[in-house]
């Protein structure tokens, strides 16, 4: 093995782990870079993953996420190290897709929080489980990444998201605002063909799967009202049972248009209005301006939409990664060390 320092990737679904491979491709000619999926450590953890409490999750060892993400992996032949354990390396710094778990033995180490996508809305059950300091997962979404403090710092899409997490736990001052790779670039998509266009897109959300409840009949007689008569396309969220979607969609709209690929991206493109329940590709239809739809208020929406910078995230993060990891200090000092980080507060 090389004298180089260590980096851990812990991804979760496939988006999360090509964001932080985007990352890491600036970083691996200066360090070793290893993948994982997320884990967990402690009793709570533990007895949750064995009655499949994440089973439908990043979390669950079988999930459509997970395997998605180890296809991911295997496709470009990335190195794993199964919990960060399995090869017996010593690791300097992690980059993490989620700090609502955290293994314990990372605090020895450098970490470093980077925002995937859209954070589920907290429910008053979540609030009452960040109150009662339980586990960010026992709330079964999302709604709680980001706001653990856990991590050295943290990466945001936007100031909207920052004034979100700061709200919820973490410390404004490690929160960098600079954008992040899935998402600082959407004007690209403008250059992608299809062969269709001016069609009304719904896509739908894992909500079930999650565990919640979702009026899927309302859903689907309200894009009918909104397409009035224009081609309604329906793009199932891949975590979604795909056999009781085709159903559902069928009974009300017998010939509908249901279709798995291209990736949505493309179809929101072109498509002339977006309906969406809580999916992060709402910001892509806002940033390219299309009629947009969401479970969501859509001011609060405009408010955290991610800052657009050309694509240039991944490079401005690895920066900063890079300068944190060769920080000789105790890294808590860092973020008033570094004049590259005020410029992202």
Sequence with gaps: MSNKKNILCLGGSRNQTSQLHQIACHLEKDYNIYYSQIFGEGFLYKAAAEIGFFDNTVLGRDSSFTKASQQYLKLHELNYDYRGRSKGIKYDLALLSTDMIVPKSFKKIKTVWIQEGMIDPITNFGKLVKKLGLPAYATASTALNGTSNSADLYFAMSRGYKEYFTTYGTQSEKILVTGVPNFDNIHALLETSYNESGFVLVATSDIRELGGNDDRTFL??????????????????????????????????????????????????????????????????????????????????????????????????????????????????????SSSVKEFQ
Excluded at 238 to 254: A, F, L, Q, T
Excluded at 286 to 305: A, M, N, R, T
């Design 220 to 337: 689907i007689n309200e894009a009918i009202k909104i397409a009035n008569g224009r081609k309604i396309i329906f793009k199932p969220h891949p975590n979604e049972n795909i056999e009781r979607v085709i159903s559902e969609i069928r009974s009300i709209i017998p010939h509908a248009h249901i279709i798995t690929e291209p990736i949505i991206d493309i179809l929101i493109a072109h498509c002339d209005v977006l309906i969406t329940q809580y999916s992060s590709c709402v910001y892509q239809g806002l940033v390219l301006g299309k009629k947009v739809y969401s479970y969501f208020p859509i001011e609060e929406l405009e408010f955290k939409k991610p800052i657009q910078n050309g694509g240039k995230s991944a490079e401005i993060i690895s920066n900063i990664v890079r300068e944190f990891m060769e920080y000789k200090g105790d890294k808590n000092q860092f973020i008033q060390s």
